[in-house]
């Protein structure tokens, strides 16, 4: 089955491709480079299922396989609206952002950029825990090593990323001698799983999941920001102790990234997406 998923005004194919790439899970997903195409397990209503989004400005393309419940159908088509941001209105996010010297170019090159989420909200918050205080390339060599460790093969050839129950029942010292990830994000991953496990829900609000994400051991500030930014969709969200956005606005301090980013507010999400697209861009140009 293909559908179609309509995009209210454009998508930037280019900027949305190149987030996908960077943030790929290795044996997990499948980047088609030539037809732009994404192909990865998504688990709904108790089916775990392989799902294509074709990337384009509008609409995207989405195929499930053949005989999937409409009704699962229609769910998958919910989560990847959410995951491109496709009902995002930009133009008053545009209009507001555009008044900042800083952010003005960035808008006039990327216009239609949205905030590219994610499709599942445990393996957003695991990899990001995995992904704290390395390289990206660093972090995405650890995460292929927890999903070829611990997670579950499917017939089409893809791996199911370990779910919290697999990852709760683990022993952190064993998840260390596995995939040689530092102690302390070891009982990290472990710990966020287990919590999960006990009834952790990472939905909602910021205001309502900060403090719980923020009571657990080993998991500060740059984690909880970046969720509420890609699993929360907060259009306000921002992860302030990033090190793009403090080289952008010359700070020092999470606080002095917040105090100047007060004026992005209430898009500073999207003001970030740009930064990032923006340093990802000029990165590409040097190493070109």
């Avoid at 990337?55 to 919910?78: F, K, N, Q, S």
């Amino acid at each position: 089955m293909t559908a179609t998923i309509p995009v209210n005004g454009s998508l930037d194919v280019d900027a949305t491709w190149a987030t996908l790439v960077i943030h790929s899970v290795p044996g997990a997903e499948h980047l088609d480079h030539e037809t732009r195409e994404l192909t990865r397990l998504l688990d709904v209503d108790g089916h775990t299922l392989p799902v294509t989004v074709g990337i384009a400005a509008d609409p995207l393309t989405l195929t499930c396989p053949d005989g999937t419940d409409p009704m699962v159908e229609r769910r998958i088509a919910g989560i990847v609206h959410a995951w491109f941001a496709t009902d995002a209105d930009l133009e008053p996010i545009r209009r507001h952002l555009s008044t900042d010297p800083l952010l003005a170019p960035l808008i006039a090159s990327r216009p239609h950029l949205r905030v590219t989420g994610y499709p599942d909200p445990f393996e957003a918050a695991a990899v990001t825990v995995i992904g704290q205080r390395v390289s990206i390339a660093a972090a995405r060599t650890f995460i292929a090593r927890v999903a070829a460790a611990h997670g579950s093969p499917h017939p089409c050839g893809l791996i199911r990323f370990p779910t919290a129950t697999v990852l709760a029942g683990i022993d952190p010292a064993d998840l260390r001698a596995e995939v040689a990830l530092p102690p302390a994000r070891c009982a990290a991953l472990v710990g966020l799983a287990r919590a999960v496990t006990d009834g952790l829900r990472l939905e909602g609000t910021d205001a309502a999941l900060r403090p719980q994400l923020l009571a657990l051991r080993r998991i500060g500030p740059w984690t909880a920001d970046h969720l509420a930014l890609r699993v929360l969709r907060d259009p306000d969200a921002l992860p302030a102790s990033d090190l793009v956005p403090m080289r952008a606005l010359g700070t020092r301090t999470a606080a002095q990234t917040r105090a100047l980013a007060d004026a992005w507010s209430p898009y500073r999400a999207y003001a970030t997406v740009h930064l990032w697209a923006g340093w990802a861009a000029a990165s590409r140009r040097i190493e070109g």
